[in-house]
């Protein structure tokens, strides 16, 4: 008997038992949708599971299928993925439907390649598409299956060193093809990361691996992986101005296309260097707006990947109505664009800051 198909089965009945019930595991894995798969391993990608549970259901809702997605309106679809970060993710998912629709007939190819063909759909998405919606027996390696894998070769190396991964990759494939249940068994890999085999504090005593994993043997767990060695994040603070006019709408310009935060909408704002804070009222000026007292509403901080954003929020209210402004637009607070998180919090800064005074006079 081959120890592969061995550790297969324990794995398969630990998870089993210890499966977490999340949103998209209506069906076994190997029966799913994929279009529920494609839309929940996209979601997964680099945001926390608890945020996409969250959002998963209203966006299923919405666009229940790939045509329905296709015919969206791309700021719709961004809209929906508020809060989920990474929107270039959303944008990438409603090109992959555009394309299943108009070259797949709307059905999803069932061929790793035409799959990974897909915008948006790299070497991690084409595996859980192939095993979890069509139950054939290709790999999937992301971050938490990664470590279980190191862990398991007892191999001392950063998750993101080419050994790392091409071990990752061979492994995964040489387990996955030992199991009778390729989707159920790569969803299981993935929950033994996020859920066993932590980064810190593994509960070993509840592993169906421990008794074959080379880190447990030797107590070299807390050692693998490696550290990463990581580029210092760079600071970014930015002075956001929160524009209302007298009819309550506030000021917003879409967001380059590509970079922080691409093709989202946010306040005009202005980036500080050094020691120097640009003065907000610049803005108005640059803007040929009528000047207006601009009150400090406090700040907003996000730690992303890459960089440490610390946006200061100035808030202030025209007497009069907006003027038309190029490449600018006044929303309705009720019907506000597609933000990111960050820019929603700054929003709600202003409205408060502004309440309070409005209060006071
Ligand atoms: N991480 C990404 N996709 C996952 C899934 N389907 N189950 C558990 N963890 C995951």
Known sequence: ???????????????????????????????????????????????????VVERYHAFITRFPDFLALARADVSDVLALWAGLGYYRRARLLHAAAIA?????????????????????????????????????????VDGNVTRVILRLEGRELASDEPAAQALAWRRAAELVAASD???????????????????????????????????????????IPRPKKRAARQALRLECVVLLDALGRVLLEPRPATGLWAGL??????????????????????????????????????????????????AGRLSVRGPKLPGRAWFEPHALPAMSSAHAKVLERAHHALGALHKQS
């Open 1 to 51: 008997m081959n120890s592969d198909s061995a550790r297969g089965r324990a794995l398969l009945a630990w998870f089993q038992a210890a499966a977490r019930d999340l949103p998209w595991r209506t069906r076994p894995a190997g029966q799913r949708d994929p279009y529920h798969v494609l839309v929940s391993e996209l979601m997964l990608q680099q945001t926390q599971v608890s945020r």
């Open 100 to 140: 299943i629709v108009s070259h797949h007939a709307g059905r999803m190819p069932r061929d790793i390649n035409a799959i990974r063909e897909l915008p948006g759909v790299g070497r991690y998405t084409a595996g859980a598409i192939a095993s979890m919606a069509f139950a054939l027996p290709e790999p999937l």
């Open 181 to 223: 249940h390729p989707g159920a068994f790569n969803e299981a890999l993935m929950e033994l990361g996020a859920t066993v085999c932590t980064p810190a504090n593994p509960r070993c005593s509840a592993c169906p691996w421990s008794h074959t994993c080379a880190a447990f043997g030797n107590q070299s767990q807390s050692n």
């Open 265 to 314: 909408w946010h306040m005009p704002s202005t980036e500080s260097h050094g020691r120097a804070r640009p003065d907000p009222a610049d803005l108005l000026n640059s803007l040929a707006l009528p000047s207006t007292p601009l009150a400090p509403a406090g700040s907003v901080k996000r730690t992303l990947t890459h960089r440490d954003v610390s946006l200061r929020v100035w």
